[in-house]
């Protein structure tokens, strides 16, 4: 039997930390996922530029 699958549009607010994923991410980290997603995306970094590969 297949399961039903659905997508529910929800506010943010009400969203939660899984608790068994204890992952967080610093300031750092979020600020080098965010160029990388620009650059895989093409658009442009805060400096203008995409850094060097």
């Not at 549009?9 to 965010?34: C, D, F, V, W, Y």
């Amino acid at each position: 039997m297949v399961e039903e699958r659905r997508i529910e549009n929800i506010e943010i607010a009400r969203l939660k930390p899984a608790p068994r994923n204890a992952r967080t991410h610093s300031k750092r980290q979020i600020e080098q996922m965010g160029t990388h997603i620009n650059v895989l995306l093409g658009a442009d970094t805060a400096q203008g530029e995409h850094p060097a590969r």
